[in-house]
């Protein structure tokens, strides 16, 4: 497979994972889609009772370390709170929504009744004034064109809401929609599997690769989860923000084409962050150093305090505007992520011996 044939690849199983709906606590057809993408490559892929899609890859040798790649499958969206008498559905976010980029959009609810129904997101008239920077979630309102006698047939409290904004590509090099965060991640697992075996590489770990629930609810799928699987070394492979026309080199933020950011810092393996780093020097991976002083409000933060502690490591792809409906990336950003993990994945068994200092696991 060549390299178009691959970016094509990546880009085809990007949008149909993202186009599966799946908000904290209701990931089931997104699993569905995240495990036929990852069955080639497993031995196993199963969901646990949580919710998190789980495959596992024995290398074949008695005690071999064992990885864990990590990319949640939920989004970011909205939930029905209350019917109004007058058919108007209120709402809660689910996840870091930021209300600005709400009011005039149009969402998707999925109704009780298991059909999905469309909707506008309305404003109080005497929500916008000049004193206020926006509207908050307490001044908008979801219109369904519905009575309420009619929406309480089909909908009810507790109904998940997304953004109705399918992903698309925007040109030959960037993908936009609102799931990316983190659904584009998991597929740069996918593209890094791809890649090993059309090296054939055969990576001397076992590999555990986790598709996790509700993580934009602070991990809470995976709470537990390291403490069951107990990997050698647990990574993270989210999103973080890439660089826009205005920002300041100094707001924290990933240039466009810097590839994969590697975290290094207290919450994590900075060894083996400086061991991924040595190898995508050698390979000509591009990536940026994200220095990592305290959590880092993904994944890795559970991994990394489960039991007794778990090493980790973040990875993530630069991501713009994030936890809106059109988050946008560039798929080189995503190709080389893909290939930092592809190198993590067939550097890690080595990696471990020089640990141990010899053949021994």
């Known amino acids: 497979m060549n390299e178009t044939q691959q970016r094509?690849?990546?880009?085809?199983?990007?949008?149909?994972?993202?186009?599966?709906?799946?908000?904290?606590?209701?990931?089931?057809?997104?699993?569905?889609?995240?495990?036929?993408?990852?069955?080639?490559?497993?031995?196993?892929?199963?969901?646990?009772?949580?919710?998190?899609?789980?495959?596992?890859?024995?290398?074949?040798?008695?005690?071999?370390?064992?990885?864990?790649?990590?990319?949640?499958?939920?989004?970011?969206?909205?939930?029905?709170?209350?019917?109004?008498?007058?058919?108007?559905?209120?709402?809660?976010?689910?996840g870091g929504v930021d209300p600005r980029v709400l009011p005039g959009g149009r969402v998707t609810v999925a109704g009780f009744d298991g059909k999905e129904y469309r909707g506008v997101i309305g404003c109080r008239?005497?929500?916008?004034?000049?004193?206020?920077?926006?509207?908050?979630?307490?001044?908008?309102?979801?219109?369904?064109?519905?009575?309420?006698?009619?929406?309480?047939?089909?909908?009810?409290?507790?109904?998940?809401?997304?953004?109705?904004?399918?992903?698309?590509?925007?040109?030959?090099?960037?993908?936009?929609?609102?799931?990316?965060?983190?659904?584009?991640?998991?597929?740069?697992?996918?593209?890094?599997?791809?890649?090993?075996?059309?090296?054939?590489?055969?990576?001397?770990?076992?590999l555990l690769v986790i598709g996790a629930s509700c993580e934009e609810m602070r991990g809470k799928g995976v709470f537990g989860l390291g403490s069951d699987l107990r990997p050698d070394l647990a990574v993270a492979v989210d999103v973080c923000h890439a660089a826009t026309y205005d920002v300041e080199p100094l707001d924290g933020v990933h240039p466009v084409g810097s590839g994969p950011s590697i975290a290094v810092g207290a919450m994590g393996r900075t060894d083996f962050a400086e061991k991924l780093m040595d190898v995508c020097d050698r390979k000509e991976i591009p990536y940026s150093i994200d220095p990592n002083i305290g959590e880092s409000w993904t994944d890795a933060d559970c991994y990394f305090e489960a039991g007794t502690g778990i090493p980790t490591m973040l990875v993530s792809l630069p991501l713009r505007y994030m936890h809106t409906p059109v988050e946008q990336l560039e798929l080189e950003d995503a190709e080389n992520t893909g290939r930092a993990i592809a190198e993590l994945i067939g550097s890690f068994g080595d990696w471990m011996k020089e640990q141990e200092g010899g053949e021994q696991w």
């Open 125 to 206: 008239k005497d929500a916008w004034n000049e004193e206020k920077d926006a509207a908050s979630v307490e001044d908008l309102f979801i219109d369904v064109g519905m009575t309420k006698d009619q929406a309480q047939r089909c909908i009810r409290i507790g109904d998940p809401v997304y953004f109705h904004m399918p992903a698309r590509r925007l040109s030959s090099h960037v993908l936009s929609g609102p799931a990316m965060d983190d659904r584009a991640c998991f597929t740069c697992i996918l593209y890094a599997l791809e890649l090993l075996q059309e090296q054939g590489r055969t990576p001397e770990c076992d």
């Open 8 to 94: 094509r690849k990546y880009e085809k199983e990007t949008i149909a994972l993202s186009e599966a709906l799946g908000l904290s606590g209701y990931e089931a057809g997104t699993a569905r889609e995240a495990a036929r993408l990852l069955k080639p490559y497993m031995d196993t892929v199963e969901v646990d009772r949580f919710g998190n899609l789980i495959g596992r890859r024995s290398c074949g040798r008695q005690g071999a370390p064992v990885l864990l790649l990590d990319a949640h499958l939920d989004q970011v969206g909205l939930m029905v709170s209350r019917v109004t008498e007058e058919g108007y559905l209120l709402f809660e976010k689910s």
